[in-house]
């Protein structure tokens, strides 16, 4: 060592060797990674490493081809919000002309590349902030601010835009009481959260502490990690949110500006529990919404419905199946199978619980006795290691949105009870069974044949008996023969005793919110808390602007079923043989069945006698409306729909020629009310 030249002391050596590694040049993401680990980073180092997060290094000068024109029509806005930032700068006056200039200038190249249109309200100025203090050249600063843009910015970034809906769901997720009580005082996460997200904290925090958030944010590399971040802020502030009596405005105040209370020392214990929430959320909240951010020109719009008005969080079915054979403290899922039995006994999840979600309305203490058992079975078998076993409850239903209402009210009643970790397989059933045969399976020898189990004797090429032995030869009470089973099978035959004791289920401990839960969400975008409306009254003639439901039901009709077979169902209280009228006067002999729940149109088939197309299938509470001609009384329509507080959306329309129709709408009319009451309580 060169005399005078003193050792640097090892805490601060890796700064040297963060120096070094710059400095050579060609250095990446993960290199800077391992060196940092986590530690503060120099200030004099934060705009190479910044660089090399964003993939900027080397990149050419974007600007260089524009002829500098500041001429948008917003021009004056954007100079003057350029004014108030350098006027926030601690800057050498005479070096203020030329940085309001660059900053001006990227803003306004920005809006003429991306053809978007400036305002105040977007927060670039506080995007640039963290970035000016760099002292970057004017091509790096553009590039940097493009980059953060593209990569971490999520589209729709306004008031009732997708990501903030994105956000409820994972508040849902993991802290469901706070998510009730913001949601019981209409504080959505855009009222509080716009600034957080599209500022990434700086609009708030000071300098420093925004300097500290985005050396680590940067450095993830993963754009959806800000979500956990926010999440923290609100979980640091729960106690004080849940105790506060002032009014909504001072709420939401309050909630806006809590980030400004972090101090750089809180920055590690913040990352820290970030990355713990984050290892306890399910791998689809980031994959199934990867569009929210890069240069995708995929569209969003049909999916900004399922995010506002999803009951909760969605898992995909191949992470149900790949989660719970993996090792470790990943997440981990309890599948609660909420179909009819008659559709579990015929194929499930061979480590699924079964939970028959019509009990809600039909038994509603047989309903309340599952509950406790599939909570204990829960229990013991995160305590057995079983493969079933998993602190997360995914709902799994048949995958038909007019079949799962009750699975939904069934979500609504652990949501209600502040359950955490609650969400829903996306797709159902059906997405199962499309999944395990786009990957190929038929037999034990792929790993995935034991998946599928039947408890009613039937066998397919992906089914296997729940009794029988595990494909693999298990027999460690892991594979099929899992506990989970044997309490579902013992549940189903009803011959199981359930405990006396109390199971550990959280408390509801604020006001339950009431969400909209029917069958019709997916096309209408119901207003949440109007329940529906149903009547019955005479009709001169046909309305003209109505939907014919024919041609929503193409998939339906392809379904062919064995008529009697269908009305002895037990769970089939009427039939009612009739003529399907078309609106340009055709009939069809048809029956309709009714169910608790539903109601059948089955269309006879000339050429095969006896059997018949399942031509539509409809919730009895999308019923809004039963009317008859009075010159032709045996002539029905059924109308389908919403309401709302505008009125009633119609979605489709059906008619039928029944005989003794007065008995038929009667018999109808009642299990409709039993539906609605049962909804309404």
């Known amino acids: 060592m060169a005399e005078g030249e003193e050792a640097l002391p090892p805490s601060r050596s890796w700064e040297k060797d963060l120096a070094d590694a710059l400095e050579e040049g060609g250095c990446d993401l993960e290199t800077v990674r391992n060196i940092i680990q986590g530690r503060q980073l120099p200030a004099d180092l934060r705009a190479k490493v910044w660089k090399i997060a964003l993939n900027v290094v080397g990149k050419g000068d974007s600007l260089a081809s524009w002829d500098g024109s500041l001429d948008l029509p917003e021009q004056s806005i954007i100079h003057k919000d350029c004014q108030e930032l350098i006027d926030q700068l601690s800057v050498p006056e005479e070096e203020k002309s030329v940085l309001l200039l660059d900053i001006e200038s990227v803003i306004t190249f920005y809006c003429k590349s991306r053809n978007v249109k400036y305002s105040s309200c977007l927060g670039w100025i506080h995007l640039l902030k963290p970035l000016v203090h760099l002292r970057l050249p004017r091509s790096d600063l ?109 709420m939401i105040k309050f909630l806006e500006t809590s980030p400004a209370n972090l101090d750089l020392e809180d920055i590690e214990d913040l990352f820290s529990l970030a990355q713990y929430y984050c290892s306890k959320t399910p791998a689809s909240f980031r994959k199934d919404n990867h569009s929210l951010f890069g240069s995708s020109l ?12 999803a009951l909760c969080l ?18 981990r899922f309890f599948v609660v199978d909420c179909r009819p039995a008659e559709q ?94 786009d990957i190929n399976v038929e037999g034990p020898e792929n790993g995935y044949g034991h998946w599928i189990a039947s ?159 399942i031509q539509s299938r409809q919730a009895l509470n999308s019923v809004v409306k039963i009317t008859s001609k009075k010159k032709h009384p045996e002539l029905i329509t059924f109308k389908y729909g919403n309401s709302n507080t505008s009125g ?11 005989p003794n129709a007065g008995d038929a709408t009667k018999a109808i009319k009642q299990q409709i009310m039993k539906v609605l009451d049962a909804l309404e309580s």
Not at 304 to 309: C, P, R, V
Not at 314 to 331: D, F, M, P, T
Request: proline content about 3%.
């Open 314 to 331: 969605a898992i995909s079915v191949s992470e149900i199946l790949q989660a719970n054979q993996q090792q470790g403290e990943g997440v």
């Open 142 to 250: 553009y590039n940097c601010f493009y980059a953060i843009m593209n990569k971490f910015i999520p589209r729709d970034c306004f008031m009732k835009g997708r990501p903030f809906h994105l956000f409820r769901l994972l508040l849902q997720y993991h802290e469901p009481e706070l998510c009730s009580f913001l949601d019981t005082k209409k504080m959505t996460p855009d009222s509080y959260a716009l600034n957080w997200l599209g500022s990434l904290f700086s609009y708030y925090c000071s300098a420093e502490v925004t300097q500290a958030i985005w050396d680590g944010y940067l450095q993830q590399a993963d754009p959806f990690f800000i979500y956990f971040l926010m999440l923290i802020i609100l979980v640091n502030a729960k106690d004080v949110i849940l105790a506060q009596e002032s009014d909504k405005e001072e």
């Open 344 to 437: 579990y006994n015929a194929g499930h999840l061979s480590t699924a619980f079964h939970l028959d979600s019509d009990l809600m309305l039909q038994n509603p203490s047989e309903f309340a006795q599952s509950v406790k058992s599939l909570l204990e079975a829960q229990k013991q078998s995160i305590e057995s290691g079983s493969i079933a076993g998993g602190e997360h409850l995914c709902f799994m239903g048949s995958g038909r949105e007019e079949e799962d209402m009750y699975m939904n009210m069934v979500l609504a009643h652990f949501l209600q009870k502040n359950k955490e970790y609650v969400s829903i397989a996306k797709g159902g059933f059906m997405a199962l069974q499309q999944h395990l045969a």
């Open 298 to 309: 995929l569209g969003l719009k049909d999916d900004d419905t399922d995010l506002s008005q």
């Open 648 to 658: 009633i959306e119609i979605l489709a329309v059906e008619r039928y020629l029944i």
């Open 455 to 613: 408890t009613s004797g039937s066998r397919s090429s992906i089914n296997s008996s729940v009794d029988g032995d595990s494909p693999n030869g298990s027999s460690d009470g892991k594979g099929v023969k899992s506990l989970v089973n044997k309490m579902t099978v013992a549940l189903k035959t009803k011959s199981v005793n359930v405990k006396e004791k109390v199971i550990s289920f959280i408390e509801n401990t604020s006001t339950p919110v009431d969400r909209h839960v029917s069958s019709s969400d997916r096309v209408g975008k119901p207003y949440r808390g109007v329940k529906p409306v149903f009547s019955i009254g005479d009709e001169e003639e046909y309305d003209t602007d109505e939907i014919d439901s024919s041609s929503m039901s193409d998939d339906d009709r392809k379904e062919v079923v064995n008529i009697q077979t269908w009305i002895n169902k037990p769970d089939v209280k009427y039939n009612f043989p009739c003529n399907e009228v078309k609106e340009n006067g055709h009939m069809f002999p048809s029956h309709l069945l009714v169910t608790a729940t539903h109601m059948y149109c089955l269309r006879e088939i000339p050429s095969r006698k006896g059997l018949a197309y």
